[in-house]
């Protein structure tokens, strides 16, 4: 269909400044810091809860995270490692739509947030009163909404889906023959039409993080390091993916970074993730894909502030009062789950795929 579609106006979101974020927090020195990670631990064991991290979040986190056996990884995993775990009260450090998830998916557990405040420019962008007329509007369209979104746009969704599986949910759709409405990352949707060739309509937001690495830049960046590979979060402008010899999730992104055989990455996506692709890499020299250049506004720096609103001292306080729980309203939880739902189902769906696919390989 190659008519004329009105483009939604969003919001306008003034993100916070992360250096401003991280400068907020008062200066720990290592005899308080391991003593917060000791009472952490003792917390998340007295209370049965279970700590499920993002790779973007601080690194002290995503150890905790790990030495207590609970979870770091995508947005994807995070969700389907809450829901298969059996502590009742899961405790989540990243942005808000992620302990949505964790709740839409678990309504007989608690789940805390380390912070409250960590919102996503895309959740902001994409409103409920704003989403759901134009939803309305195009009755034709398959309603496809990236998890980064409200629990009340996931209730108006046909599906939920992360980067993880965006490309191979949009390919089925196709097949099926359904017309897709996209929301609310713009670039991850042209990027997926591109890949697919799926009719989609795609809702104009962005995320403030992955809008600012600069093309221009990273293109001479790969003229000092020719033997470099990129590796770019599908969030990150046409321009940039582009120039990307890898566009994945923030797991597939770690993975690759394993797998790879050059040694010099450049890397597209938030510099929490280095911690793991460290960890996971050790022999490669990682390079931070540039934010300035041509045109740069950059307020984040390739840091979300909202992920580093997330700190050991908000942990440790949401531990001790109970406070930061997500409550949703019944209604919408139940609504948000039969798309939210879709998505584990889906994904579990592509496993075998995937096995038969790397044995064969
Ligand atoms: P992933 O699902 O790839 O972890 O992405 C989440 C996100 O917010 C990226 O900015
Ligand atoms: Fe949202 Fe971007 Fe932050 Fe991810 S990095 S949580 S998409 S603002």
């Known amino acids: ?52 991290a993002h790779y973007y979040v601080h690194e002290d986190l995503q150890m905790i995270a790990e030495e207590t056996g609970g979870f770091v990884s995508d947005s994807l995993d995070m969700a389907r490692f809450g829901n298969e775990h059996s502590a009742t009260t899961l405790v989540v450090a990243g942005v808000r739509f992620m302990g949505e998830t ?17 919102e996503c420019s895309l959740d902001l962008q994409c409103p409920a009163d704003r989403f759901i007329p134009f939803c309305d509007a195009h009755p034709d369209c398959t309603v496809v909404v990236y998890s980064n979104t409200s629990a ?44 697919t060739g799926a009719d989609m309509v795609l809702w104009p937001g962005g995320c403030v993080v992955h809008e600012a690495f600069k093309a221009q830049a990273l293109a001479t960046l790969k ?6 590979a990129v590796l770019a979060h599908p969030e990150s402008p046409a321009a ?4 990307a010899d890898v566009i994945g ?9 394993r797998d790879l055989p050059q040694r010099v990455l450049i890397v ?23 934010t300035a250049g041509a045109g740069a506004t950059c307020q984040s720096c390739a840091h979300c502030p909202w992920m580093a609103m997330n700190d050991l001292r908000g942990l440790v306080r949401v531990l001790e009062r109970g406070d930061n ?21 889906f994904a579990q769906s592509l496993k075998p795929a995937a096995a038969a696919k790397s044995s064969t390989a």
Do not use: C
């Not at 839409?104 to 405040?117: D, F, G, Q, S, Y």
């Not at 599906?159 to 990352?185: C, F, M, N, Y």
């Not at 999730?249 to 970074?257: D, E, G, K, P, R």
């Open 1 to 52: 269909m190659g008519g004329f579609e009105a483009v939604p106006t969003i919001p306008i979101v003034n993100a916070p400044v992360t250096a401003e974020v991280l400068a907020r927090a008062a200066p720990m020195n290592e005899g308080e810091r391991q003593q917060i990670i000791d009472r952490i631990k003792r917390l998340l064991r007295e209370q049965d809860a279970v700590l499920v």
């Open 102 to 118: 964790a709740k839409i998916l678990n309504p007989e557990k608690r789940v805390l947030m380390a912070t409250l405040e960590a």
């Open 152 to 195: 009340e746009v996931k209730a108006r969704a046909d599906w939920v889906v992360t980067s993880g599986i965006a490309v191979q949910l949009a390919r089925h759709l196709k097949e099926r023959g359904e017309r897709i409405l996209w929301a609310p990352d713009r670039h991850l949707g042209s990027y997926i039409r591109q890949v």
């Open 223 to 228: 003229q000092q390091h020719p033997e470099a």
């Open 240 to 243: 940039v993916l582009e120039l």
């Open 249 to 257: 999730s923030t797991t597939q992104l770690i993975n690759a970074a």
């Open 268 to 290: 597209a996506t938030d510099n929490g993730i280095f911690h793991k692709m460290k960890q996971i890499a050790p022999t490669k020299l990682l390079i931070e894909a540039p």
């Open 325 to 345: 729980e997500i409550r949703l309203d019944e209604e919408v939880r139940v609504k948000a789950l039969r798309a939210t739902g879709r998505m584990l189902e």
